[in-house]
C-alpha cells in the first residue's frame, strides 16, 4: 500500500505531493497534466522493492540501478535517458518520494546528466514486498501471443506497463479454494455481462468460451476483454484484496460501454472493502459519477478524487474526499456547459 508521493521537477511537475487513501483514489484532469506519469512513477516505486525480497544487506546502488531501469521502460524518454525525465527550464535537480505501508519508503534524486538515480534516503524499502498490479488503457488480450518474447528481443515501443500485465495475465490460475468470495462473485458478474469467460492455455493464447462453442479472443468486443483482464487478475490471485499490492489503473472506462460501469464501480468497491487500494486515472463523467453515488460511508467506503491542473508554477493539485467538494473539475464543468447547451437549444425551440 503507497500513502504518500512526492514528485519534484519531474517531467509536468515542479512540486506536487499526493496523499493517497487506502481504499480508493481517482485522479482527473486534463491532458498533459499527468495523470499517467503519476500512476506510473507510483507504480515503478511499489513494484521494483519485491525483487530484493529475502536478500540481505541490499545496497542503495541495487536499487537505484533497479528503479532506472523501470523508470526508462515505463516512461521511455529519449534514447533511454534518465535525464530526460527532469522538467525542462527548471535549476535544481528532480527526486521522487515515496512511502510505503508500513512506514517504509525511498526518496531518489537525479539531474539532467545523470545516468542512474541516486538514493538520497531509504527506509527500509526493501523490505517492502507487496506485488502491485497495472492496468494500461488498451487491452491486451487481442495481441497477448507472442507479445512477451517479441517485447525483450525487439524493444518493442510499448512501455512496460503491457510486458507487465500480459506476464500476469498468464499466470496459473490459483487453487478454486483460495479464491476470495468477493474475487469469485467478481468474476461471476464479469461472466454473466460477457456471455461466457475467457479461457488462457498459456504463452499467450486465449479464446473466449461460452456454453456451446469456443471462439479467438480477437472475436470478442474490446470492452468484454478489457473485463476479462480484470476477472483474470482475479482468477491468478495477481489481485488479491488484502494480500496483493496497489491496483492502478490508467482509463479504466476505455472501450467500456457506459451500462457496464455500474458494475465495474461495484466490483472495485468490493475490492477495496476487502483491502484492496485502488489507484485510477480517468476522463470519464459516468465513472465519477457511480462512484460518488455508491459509496457507502455505512460499509467504511472512501474515496479520494485529485485534481491535477495547470497552476502558475506548473502542474497542481486539488484533493477532496467528496466529488462535490472539489475546487476545479474540467469534467464536471464540461457535462455542464454540455447541459446548459441544450437548455437554451431547447428553449430557443419551443420560442420559434
Request: glycine residues 8%; hydrophobic residues 40%; proline residues 3%.
Amino acid at each position: 500500500m503507497i500513502t504518500n508521493l512526492k514528485l519534484k521537477n519531474f517531467t509536468v511537475f515542479r512540486d506536487l505531493e499526493i496523499d493517497f487513501s487506502r481504499k480508493i483514489n481517482v485522479i482527473i484532469g486534463e491532458n498533459g497534466t499527468g495523470k499517467s506519469h503519476l500512476l506510473k512513477a507510483a507504480y515503478a516505486m511499489c513494484s521494483e522493492a519485491r525483487q530484493f525480497d529475502g536478500q540481505k544487506d541490499v545496497q542503495s546502488e541495487d536499487i537505484a540501478s533497479a528503479l532506472t531501469t523501470k523508470f526508462i521502460r515505463l516512461f521511455l524518454p529519449i534514447e533511454d535517458k534518465l535525464g530526460k525525465l527532469r522538467k525542462h527550464g527548471v535549476a535544481e535537480s528532480a527526486s521522487v518520494v515515496v512511502e510505503v505501508i508500513p512506514e517504509r519508503g525511498l526518496t531518489l534524486s537525479f539531474h539532467t546528466n545523470s545516468k542512474t538515480f541516486a538514493v538520497q534516503n531509504k527506509k527500509e524499502y526493501e523490505l517492502y514486498s507487496y506485488s502491485p498490479v497495472f492496468i494500461p488503457t488498451k487491452e491486451v488480450l487481442s495481441f497477448m501471443k507472442g507479445f512477451n518474447s517479441l517485447y525483450e528481443k525487439y524493444g518493442l515501443s510499448f512501455d512496460q506497463t503491457y510486458q507487465d500485465i500480459c506476464l500476469l495475465l498468464d499466470l496459473p490460475e490459483i487453487r478454486p479454494e483460495t479464491l476470495q468470495e468477493k474475487s469469485k462473485w467478481a468474476m461471476t458478474e464479469i461472466e454473466k455481462v460477457c456471455g461466457g469467460r475467457f479461457v488462457f492455455y498459456g504463452g499467450g493464447k486465449v479464446t473466449f468460451k461460452t456454453e456451446n462453442a469456443e471462439y479467438s479472443a480477437n472475436a470478442m468486443a474490446e470492452g468484454f476483454r478489457k473485463a476479462g483482464m480484470l476477472s483474470r487478475l482475479l482468477e491468478t490471485g495477481a489481485i488479491q484484496p488484502g494480500v496483493s499490492g496497489p491496483l492502478f489503473w490508467d482509463e479504466p472506462e476505455a472501450n467500456l460501454n457506459p451500462k457496464l460501469m455500474k458494475l465495474l464501480v461495484e466490483i472495485l468497491l468490493e475490492l477495496s472493502r476487502n483491502g484492496q487500494q485502488i489507484i485510477l486515472a480517468t476522463h470519464d463523467y459516468v465513472l465519477l459519477k457511480w462512484l460518488d453515488l455508491l459509496m457507502d460511508k455505512g460499509k467504511a467506503d472512501s474515496i479520494r478524487y485529485h485534481v491535477l491542473y495547470q497552476g502558475n508554477d506548473g502542474v497542481e493539485i486539488d484533493s477532496a474526499d467528496r466529488y462535490q467538494d472539489l475546487d476545479v473539475n474540467s469534467i464536471t464543468e464540461t457535462y455542464g456547459k454540455l447541459y446548459d447547451h441544450e437548455i437554451e437549444r431547447a428553449l430557443g425551440r419551443k420560442e420559434t
